[in-house]
């Protein structure tokens, strides 16, 4: 699946260190990049914003992203032919189509994909900067904006499913962590909608439950999950159950992750009580 | 495969706890809602009686069930061409289809999907409310009345079958149980056409089954489970052939609990001798 | 595979105990029903019963017959488009064509289908009773008359292969046994066209054998099978020989399961000596 | 695979004991036919046999062989449609073909195939003698001298590839062994064209090995091996460097088997010494 | 794949033992052959030697070739019907080609084919010797100069890819190894263009390195191996950097061996020095 | 996928031994190359300047490079049919192309291939040089000019996935390791654009990491890796910030390695402070 990006207002994101300077240099040295990073950290809002920051022209610069998958084909990177009334016609793929025309093309979580949609991606992250297309018998060159950006989260995968390293050793790596408690609190106000005292709570409880993420055997929750739980409670949904429904019950099947869960929200909105 | 709804009449549901009101607050905050709970506890009713609550116009707001296996394929969530007289012609599937026009797609047992399903929905589940459709080579912005809902039973599944914590952490979660008794009691007899000393007994008889079920390793009767004893106890069949047959038989082929199940049978129903 | 049925004959079968009622009942109930028994015990038969036993008119009501197997699809049960001359045509599936026009359809040792298979019957089975053809872009509402049945062998099963619970809970569940040794002798007299005495023998032998079979580890000779021990009799093959055949090498390859079959064969028919 | 004969020559086979009365009775009485023994007994030679044997006209009941394997699909065996001249043909499949005009189809190794081509026959091999052929939207009954036969090695299968009780309690079993001695004696001289001290020999040779093929864990040889000898002394290859290849090294790979082998060569052939 | 041999000069081969008079009468007697030996022993050469051996007229008799692999199926070997200009044409595949004009088909390294490869020759390889083809709705019967050839490597197989004994008993077995040191001195000379020191070096080298094979854990190297060294040295790269790169590198990764060999060739080079 | 090369400025390669002469020599000899090494070592780079040493006329000898993985079909490399504007046209794949016309055919990874690719190979690699195409129905004689080169990395492979020696056993090997120092330091100062100081502290560090590659279980890095870091500096990121994010992050996810990673890039650029 991919996603076209062509919006032309800045996109809202706050840098959490320097990568927006790494990112730059790695797109003027011709290198792809390698996000890497837990779920809901951002990495597709830092996308959307280098985007909008490498633009040269009064127009964003081209961002197509690839959600990738087990079942995601060569095919549906490069392209194919579709029958067209009786005749074939060919539809580039995200991949191909990004590298004609420039911009960045984002294969999201690239673990997923199998291993020939790693491989497609080889002569495009090295020197040669080429797409070789074997259905339309032509080799196409990259275009010179033409930047290749993978992800995926190093907590996440299973040893099994990991880059080689004849793909890996092709790119720069930027990692993204969570934002630091003030940052997170700003997005939390930003995003859901509600004051700054309960953007500081939820951004608390955020990084309560991380510290005890390793222990609980889970996934810590993401700053999208405490903006969930923000718009609920803007909402008029108490902050006990929004954070119930938003965080607990949305992280884990686990009723020991629940309970710990709903001790530190006590914890932490009790100034409420 | 999907069900479409378009019923006029208000659903027969009767609310467990403050589900209605959260439901709510995330279809008006634009989250996606993960139902969570075992077999046969109205998740559809649920879901049938929201989507009548939410209507604010005189039709009901469209919904479309699918439910998830092994076997289903981007295609038959988003859309395919099919061939007719000589030319292809797009149908949308139920995911682009409640996309465009609003309502809610219900995807029932979601972790019975393969992960490309799962991957399909990320860019409609967050901020970008984007399905991107690579066969029509365009990308569909969700309707403001958009409400994607996806349902598990965390009971149920194996270790193996899991949401990715990148698939999970985009949806707020809700989770409805077993009806208390005397709200389960209203239902058997609403559904099942007994009167209410039966419906009770059967209620009663579905709070000791599953008081077992742990012990006895199995997933205990749904409320379903109960209506269907009623059912044939109210065409004849007698009260205890009736438990035996839709109750012992139906969810266990292992003949302890079969003995086990009898024996509380015949407690309950012992004021009938 | 599908068997239509649509004899007008009543077709030849004695109730073992109850089965006639409760099945009338889950018709009437529109529940449902779930078949569990051994192999060959009449499972079939009892169904071509009960279509003629439920018919309302002169016609028979219909039933149609699908043997689960891992390769069924859901389009060998819903139906497909079939290119001919040039055009396509759809062809209903037998559930979707049951569904349409009522009477019973049989899904045999469902527990052999992959998990979409019985997926697709989620929404006939439940207070819906719809199914959604996406090929065809609707959704048909069953036919009052319409009966789902599934049936499967409850010892037979490895414990790998198994109905999930959120398909079982929405069937009335009836078990069918090996038959009463009289009742037995009858169905083997009359489908083998021996003597009262020779079926009398066969069915003492099924009894004998069926009750060594857990220590043997086999499955129970079915009434089938003594009624083909019974046909080799009356065309000449000597009984001891006929059982050979029919009987012990026809149910295993174990050699001490042989020997353990040839001593009760000879015990049983002394007698002729 | 299938192989279609209509061979009228009498096809060359010596019965080893009553298995061809055996067959004619469940021919007579519409029973299905399991055979079971070793590789290279005579199966295929004894089934051209009977179809000759059965035969009530001037022609040869006809005789259908399937050699069963992992990739033999339910279209392999009932027909399909195939494309010719932009226009769609049906082509009766050979368990169709035999099924509409009479004669024996044989499932060679049947338990090689999947589980869907066992399910196919079951409609055909019990009472109802019926194939539904979805595809043609029709149910064939079969022919009154419709024989369906399968085969399978019991020493030779692996206990996780085995036949269904519920698919094996469908059949009436013979089983065939390596012939006695003399028997196989008249065989080998008559197929290698080898005069009688030469095949005594071989049959001796044969009746050795096998009586070690347990301890060497080993499939003996069978006749169709001993016969190959034969053939390679008929043409000048010296005694033991025929039975060295045709024997030896063709049964196995194991340097230990082979040099057992070579002294039974020996012991057998000291005579021509 | 298949390769098509018809050229008419002698091919170079010299006999190891009586395998030309073994392959003979196995022809003659309408036998099939297995050639069982390790890789680049010549295998394909005795094959094209034979095939000109054979000839009873001025024209060689046709060889084809066929790389046995996992994917090749049935189709592959008997044959497709292909598109062109919109109509459909049958193309016989190798093995049906071969069994219609004569020559030798062979299946190089059978046992990496799935077994209904395998299955496909059976009939061709018994007293039947007839190529069913299901989709031409007939059976051809084989040419009497048809010869049917398999091989595979005894030593280079798992135990799990095994060839079954419904399959290999229909073969006559031929074995063939490293060829004695003068001979294959003789064909390094002949083949590498080296004079005849070097080749006897060279010789040498592989049946030293032939003896440790067993405890070093590598497949010993091939004559062909040999012959490569040979033609780098006549190329002028220093015998021991040619042996090092042809013989040491090429047979494996493991350091340790590649230590081992190199000893070897300073034993066997010293001369030169 | 596959890359056509066509360049005609000479390629920037400086040897690090005799490879070149050996490559020549094997060209010559008409023998196939199997590369081993391990990833960003330069084994693309050598094969573009030996198809521009080899050329002998003014046109640089034709270069092919498909990236072999899992679902690479003898198809990809030989050819297929397209449908075009109603009819069907063949298109040559890279290795018939190359086999046509001459040139290097280059397999990178040949590993991860399926083992059909391997095989299709065979006829091209051994005294016959052909490939068969069964879909055209001829067999082509490769180009005199043909050279076929496969490559695999020894230490990245798993022990699943190995080269058959029937495969192996057809090719001469060449080995390319890390670059010495002074030659890894003229690469990185010419790739990526730094002074020779900054080129000699990466390539130092390179040496530094390769060091402890074993004891921590990584892929040491690459050439490539260094030149990123180059790069990087280049265009204004600190030193270290390009250390880690070009090397330790890209390399490894695991925290131990980035420690170390990190002490030697401080030891190596203490200088700078």
């Given at each position: 699946m991919n996603v076209a990006t062509s919006r032309t207002e800045k996109p809202y994101y706050i840098p959490q260190a320097d990568e927006v300077e790494v990112f730059r240099a790695a797109y003027q040295g011709r290198m792809p990049v390698l996000l890497k990073g837990p779920?809901?950290?951002g990495k597709t809002r830092f996308l959307e914003y280098m985007s909008w920051d490498l633009?040269?022209?009064?127009?964003?610069?081209r961002m197509e992203t690839v959600s990738c998958?087990?079942?995601?084909t060569v095919g549906d990177l490069v392209g194919r032919y579709v029958l067209e009334g009786g005749d074939t016609r060919w539809i580039d793929g995200p991949l191909l189509s990004v590298a004609r025309t420039g911009g960045i093309c984002y294969l999201d979580e690239?673990?997923?994909?199998?291993?020939d949609t790693m491989v497609v991606i080889h002569s495009l992250s090295d020197h040669r900067r080429e797409l070789p297309v074997s259905r339309l018998g032509e080799t196409i060159t990259a275009h010179e904006h033409f930047q290749l950006v993978v992800s995926y989260n190093p907590g996440y995968?299973?040893?099994?499913k990991d880059l080689k390293d004849s793909t890996r050793q092709r790119f720069v790596a930027i990692e993204l962590g969570f934002p630091p408690e003030a940052l997170e609190t700003d997005i939390v106000a930003h995003e859901a909608g509600v004051d700054r005292q309960v953007a500081e709570r939820l951004a608390l409880l955020g990084r309560k439950v991380r510290a005890i993420q390793t222990d609980m055997m889970i996934e810590g929750p993401s700053t999208r999950v405490l903006i969930h739980a923000g718009r609920l409670i803007s909402r008029g949904v108490p902050a006990r159950r929004a954070c119930e429904t938003a965080v607990a019950l949305a992280i884990s099947d686990d009723v020991e992750v629940h309970t710990a869960i709903r001790e530190l929200v006590t914890a932490v909105f009790a100034a409420d009580d």
């Open positions: 779920t809901g950290v633009s040269e022209t009064d127009e964003q610069l998958n087990d079942d995601l690239i673990v997923e994909a199998r291993k995968q299973s040893t099994v």
